[in-house]
């Protein structure tokens, strides 16, 4: 009987059991690989070893970390954390790694989402978000497309994520969604003239815009426009 799966010569996964809670004392230990992008969705481990794409995932998420987390610190909105922040819900049956997580300082405050410290109990040392954060943006890649326009959405909205931004830049058009929270499932976020959507969590509109550098390669501007 096989008690481990080997991927490559990176990433083995221990036979995991008891579902969530046994994943989640493995993604928290030191045995968990430091490589790859590795979920628990449903009572499924979902592993991608793929490299990120510079320009069409890097960049992207560079630029929105850099105006959300601008809003985010001069309003002191709450938290922004960014790459290997790791977000687990067990009502939902759900620990992911998205690529921007923003929670509020009312969901610390009321406790819909706490900080889990690490084991050794050491000042200031986290490893885990538990509970649903206000706000996801996920930035597809080849090898995530159905899991980020279906799988993951469907039980971020379970969890009770309050807004799901997506972005796909890879293909001719880009395309930015934002996402709210509805009775069962999410909803297109308002739209207006100028193509901005209305995100309540920031309480600000938002365009992605795309254009090319000096060197003809892409770049891209969150346009943030106030509420009126």
């Not at 796909?168 to 996402?179: C, E, P, Q, S, T």
Request: hydrophobic share 35%; net charge negative; aromatic share 8%.
């Amino acid at each position: 009987m096989a008690t481990a799966v080997l991927i490559g010569e990176q990433i083995e996964i221990p036979a995991i059991s008891h579902g969530l809670s046994e994943f989640r004392r493995w993604a928290t230990s030191d045995e968990f690989p430091e490589a790859g992008r590795i979920d628990f969705i449903a009572g499924r481990i979902e592993v991608d070893m793929s490299p990120e794409d510079l320009h069409t995932h890097g960049i992207p998420k560079t630029e929105l970390v850099v105006v959300i987390g601008s809003r985010v610190r001069q309003r002191g909105l709450g938290e922004l954390y960014t790459d290997r922040a790791r977000v687990a819900c067990p009502p939902t049956d759900l620990s992911v790694e998205p690529d921007i997580v923003f929670v509020s300082n009312e969901a610390l405050d009321e406790g819909r989402v706490r900080l889990v410290p690490k084991s050794t109990g050491a000042t200031d040392r986290y490893i885990e978000l538990e509970g649903p954060p206000d706000l996801i943006v996920e930035i597809v890649s080849d090898s995530s497309v159905r899991k980020d326009t279906e799988r993951l959405p469907e039980r971020y909205c379970i969890a009770g994520v309050r807004e799901y931004w997506l972005v796909d830049a890879r293909g001719r058009d880009l395309i930015f969604h934002i996402h709210r929270h509805g009775e069962s499932a999410y909803e297109p976020a308002p739209r207006d003239d100028e193509l901005f959507q209305y995100s309540a969590v920031l309480d600000s509109w938002y365009r992605l815009d795309r254009t090319r550098n000096r060197h003809g390669r892409l770049q891209y501007t969150l346009q943030e426009k106030a509420s009126a």
